[in-house]
């Protein structure tokens, strides 16, 4: 399927602006040279990423919830179907015409009922005779007539047939040593046959190597409500068909193992070895059938094809990322615990930003950027250098700006201050949303933590929800395990961070922050979480355990 072509570029969960940017950069950069790149958010964006993605023209990216292929995105047989009135000897047609080994059974709707094998098939004609007698019975004469090519030539409601066959070899004494009330009796073009047939309480006449019926054996039928049907067949092929001719409503399998088509690939799998079926059936939420899994299918799958842009660890990737098929990294984070089955282009750069890296890329593939491009990335770069007030901004940074600010028709300072009045508004944001737009995880000497960081114009505007903060920190701690949370408000304006924590290890903030000047005191220059944030956390963490 085209799907399995798809290359995911994606950032981290609770995406940032340069998470965003990056990755719908680098997806442009990759189509240009024929590969299907998708760029992908791992969660919510937020309103600064928003402002700029409207802004320059660009789509929100498509959210990316798990690496692993799903039953949807690998290839299977098409949903060839057959319905609960199909006759046994039409789906057996289908089957060597399509070489299929099974069919769906499925009502209208196009919902499954049920299943249909090749090997079910078989016991009718290998089976015992009492359970065609019984499916014979709950056949319609119009299946009948159908299955051996054959006329109705005479109908009638009140038939009686106990789904018995006789078929009639005339002697000297006639039809005296037959019973056959109530039987489908085939016979030959012989008058007086059939009249005796009818008079013995048939209860279906079938007649071979005739092409019309005397009046008065339909008189006759019509008085013992016996219906007739002309054979296309001689007697040999009329009494092998007539057991084809019930439906397969009567025959199939509705107890079945089926698939979900969101099911990953890999538990498939594992399914299957508990079961020995050619073909599995997959279905959707509301049961419509969309296709047959076999095997084969599963053992040719392959995970999704993933580039990681702004980060290189399993806890702030997307789900099931340690089973994709993994092409490349691009960031400017430490080196974490991703791990690769084979070698993979790895760019790693100590840079202030993600989209500087795909900028530098850009320019060394000689390949222009448009003018909106230009501008997003410009944002990127702004938003995480703090407007190269970050300890983590380099030369290459500002000069990589000023060349796009070039491109875009921008002026810095004021492209930053409208964008800053965005990202700093927290008064149009909940508590819930301010803890979770900007945070990540991190595992410090075994310790959970997560810090989350918000960008506002003046720290002292946290004063007003400070309760409510607090009250969303520990539902945080407690909806993630965590042993620590901390949230960094940061100004650039007022060039700094003001912390809260909440966890068991909450207390650890203030030894790695000190307050000088009452609880949550303004740490003048402490702007970065990559390169002062964490570092002093860490710091203070692996302390306090020695």
């Avoid at 296309?232 to 084809?244: E, P």
Wanted: hydrophobic share 40%.
């Amino acid at each position: 399927m085209a799907h399995q072509n798809i290359v995911y570029v994606t950032g981290h969960r609770h995406p940032d602006t340069d998470s965003i940017v990056s990755a719908i950069a680098y997806s442009l950069l990759q189509q240009r040279k024929g590969i299907n790149a998708v760029p992908c958010r791992l969660g919510k964006i937020n309103a600064e990423t928003k402002w700029l993605l409207d802004r320059f023209g660009f789509a929100e990216p498509m959210l990316f919830e798990d690496a692993r292929a799903t039953i949807h995105e690998i290839d299977m047989d098409p949903p060839l179907t057959i319905t609960p009135d199909t006759t046994i000897y039409e789906t057996l047609q289908l089957m060597q015409k399509q070489s299929k080994q099974s069919y769906g059974v499925v009502n209208e709707k196009g919902q499954l009922l049920g299943m249909v094998t090749r090997s079910d098939l078989a016991t009718i004609g290998l089976g015992d005779t009492a359970a065609g007698i019984q499916l014979l019975k709950e056949t319609p004469l119009e299946n009948i007539a159908k299955t051996i090519n054959g006329k109705l030539v005479y109908m009638d409601e009140d038939y009686h047939f106990n789904g018995k066959v006789s078929i009639i070899a005339m002697t000297e004494t006639g039809l005296a040593n037959y019973d056959i009330k109530d039987r489908l009796v085939l016979l030959g073009n012989d008058k007086t046959a059939q009249e005796q047939a009818i008079k013995k309480g048939a209860g279906v006449l079938v007649v071979v190597w005739a092409d019309t019926i005397s009046d008065e054996v339909l008189t006759l039928a019509k008085q013992h409500h016996c219906p007739i049907i002309l054979s296309g067949h001689g007697t040999m092929n009329t009494s092998r068909y007539l057991y084809f001719a019930p439906p397969v409503k009567l025959i199939m399998v509705r107890s079945l193992i089926s698939f979900n088509i969101d099911e990953f690939a890999e538990d498939v799998g594992k399914k299957m070895l508990k079961s020995r079926f050619r073909s599995y059936p997959v279905v959707d939420n509301n049961n419509y059938l969309k296709g047959y899994l076999s095997r084969y299918h599963i053992l040719d799958y392959h995970n999704k094809k993933v580039i990681l842009v702004d980060h290189n660890e399993y806890a702030q990737s997307v789900k099931g990322v340690e089973n994709a098929d993994l092409l490349e990294i691009i960031d400017h984070h430490r080196i974490c615990d991703i791990a690769t089955s084979r070698p993979i282009s790895f760019r790693n750069e100590i840079i202030g930003s993600t989209a500087s890296i795909i900028t530098s890329i850009y320019m060394e593939n000689q390949m222009d950027i448009s003018k909106n491009l230009a501008g997003l990335l410009l944002g990127a770069i702004l938003s995480d250098t703090l407007k190269f007030r970050s300890p983590t901004t380099t030369a290459k940074d500002i000069g990589l700006a000023k060349a796009l600010a070039k491109i875009a028709d921008l002026d810095i300072d004021a492209f930053a201050a409208e964008m800053f009045r965005v990202s700093s508004n927290i008064s149009q944001k909940s508590v819930r949303d301010l803890v979770t737009q900007d945070v990540k995880t991190f595992q410090i000497d075994n310790k959970k933590v997560m810090i989350a960081q918000v960008i506002i114009s003046a720290v002292d505007e946290v004063h007003s929800i400070e309760s409510q903060l607090q009250e969303e920190m520990e539902k945080m701690v407690k909806e993630n395990s965590l042993d620590l949370f901390v949230i960094a408000f940061t100004s650039i304006l007022e060039n700094g961070s003001s912390f809260y924590s909440s966890g068991t290890l909450k207390e650890i903030v203030t030894e790695a922050f000190p307050n000088t000047n009452g609880a949550h005191s303004f740490q003048e220059d402490i702007l970065s979480r990559k390169n002062q944030i964490v570092p002093l956390l860490s710091r203070a963490i692996i302390n306090s355990a020695i």
